[in-house]
Structures are given as structure tokens and as C-alpha cells.
T-cell receptor, first 111, second 113 residues
Framework: DAGITQSPRHKVTETGTPVTLRCHQT?????MYWYRQDPGHGLRLIHY???????DKGEVSDGYSVSRSKTEDFLLTLESATSSQTSVYFC??????????FGPGTRLLVL | GQQLNQSPQSMFIQEGEDVSMNCTSS?????WLWYKQDPGEGPVLLIA???AGELTSNGRLTAQFGITRKDSFLNISASIPSDVGIYFC?????????????WGLGTSLAVNP
């Protein structure tokens, strides 16, 4: 299994508060991705990174920002959490864009 | 965003039966991938296909990269209870600096022991 961890694994927060999720890898893979998974919507890409300090938006990027200051860490920030951001968040890593390996996920509940 | 057409949406089968699912796209892909997600876990890569017509097996799982490059199929033979989960297809179009996968919505598989 790819060495990829996510923290926290579970979080409950209140509407309007900032939240940061962390993805950490030990594989030295170039690409890192943040997805959200909701019933009926499958996996939707939020943001991705193709190198340190190189990031780009996915299809559902509004309300989210990311940062990648080191190869091993990719942070996802919800600037002001809303109830619509209640979801399960997955990080994925890959050496090439085709074959992505997923972390265990973070369950976020915004009250 | 673009999505793949994955079918069926769900299946409920008896243990020992074979299973077939497929994905179709309006675009031509260079890579097709199949993932499985167990409840409460992240998706796990099962099979990757890189060439039109390619047929690849992983134990009881067999996947094919369609000749048109617009579809892919996954078969599971002699299903067992641990096959339960959601199966996702994903495709990659090797165009420009494309770094993203296109995903199907998943096939939910339930197996009756």
C-alpha cells in the first residue's frame, strides 16, 4: 500500500469556522489530489498539486484552498466551513496522473 | 464536470455468481482504471489498463480496455462475500498537460452468502 495518511480522520466543526485537513505521503510522489465524496456524486476533484507550490483547481474548488510547501504534505483549507461542505474527503497521490492511490479519508461534519 | 457512464448502478447477487459491469465515455481514453471501495475506506486500485483491447486479470477479476477506447469492462468470477463494496471506473485522456482522471459514479455490489 502507498504510504499516505490523512489527519484528522474525523472532525466536527461549526459553520463559519476555518478547517484544515492534512494529507501526508512517504512515497515522494509528484502529484497529490483532494477529492470529496458524497452520495450520488461519486468522487469529485477539489484541487490538485503537480509539484511543490504548484496547484490547480478541480471541478468543485469554490470555498476551498490548498497549499503544498513540501513534497510530502498537501493541505486543504475550508476558509469558512458551510453545511454543504459536510462530506468525506479523500487525498490521493500518484507518480503519474493515471494511477492514483488513495488515503483512508477524513469525515467532516459541519453543524 | 465530465463523468463516465457506469452501469449498473447497483447489483445484488448470490455468492458464487459472476458479475459484470462496464463504463462508457464520450471521449477516447489512453488509460482505464478500476477501483474498489470498501465501506469506510478509501478506493483501492484493482486493475490498470493502458492499451486498446488489453485484457488483464487480478485473481478472480478481469478487466478489458475496449477496442474503441471509449469503454471498459470489469468481470468478477465466482463472487464471495468480501467482494461487497463500490466499484469505480476512471479514465485518463493523455492530452496536453492533463493531470486529472474522469470518474464513474460507481457500481454498488451486494453479495448474499
Amino acid at each position: 500500500d502507498a504510504g499516505i495518511t490523512q489527519s484528522p480522520r474525523h472532525k466536527v466543526t461549526e459553520t463559519g469556522t476555518p478547517v484544515t485537513l492534512r494529507c501526508h505521503q512517504t512515497e515522494n510522489h509528484r502529484y497529490m489530489y483532494w477529492y470529496r465524496q458524497d452520495p450520488g456524486h461519486g468522487l469529485r476533484l477539489i484541487h490538485y498539486s503537480y509539484g511543490v507550490k504548484d496547484t490547480d483547481k478541480g471541478e468543485v474548488s469554490d470555498g476551498y484552498s490548498v497549499s503544498r510547501s513540501k513534497t510530502e504534505d498537501f493541505l486543504l483549507t475550508l476558509e469558512s466551513a458551510t453545511s454543504s461542505q459536510t462530506s468525506v474527503y479523500f487525498c490521493a497521490i500518484s507518480e503519474s496522473p493515471e494511477t492514483q492511490y488513495f488515503g483512508p479519508g477524513t469525515r467532516l461534519l459541519v453543524l | 464536470g465530465q463523468q463516465l457512464n457506469q452501469s449498473p448502478q447497483s447489483m445484488f447477487i448470490q455468492e458464487g455468481e459472476d458479475v459484470s459491469m462496464n463504463c462508457t465515455s464520450s471521449s477516447i481514453f489512453n488509460t482505464w482504471l478500476w477501483y474498489k471501495q470498501d465501506p469506510g475506506e478509501g478506493p483501492v486500485l484493482l486493475i490498470a489498463l493502458y492499451k486498446a483491447g488489453e485484457l488483464t486479470s487480478n485473481g478472480r477479476l478481469t478487466a478489458q480496455f475496449g477496442i474503441t477506447r471509449k469503454d471498459s469492462f470489469l468481470n468478477i468470477s465466482a463472487s464471495i462475500p468480501s467482494d461487497v463494496g463500490i466499484y469505480f471506473c476512471a479514465g485518463h485522456e493523455n492530452a496536453g498537460n492533463n493531470r486529472k482522471l474522469i470518474w464513474g459514479l460507481g457500481t454498488s455490489l451486494a453479495v448474499n452468502p
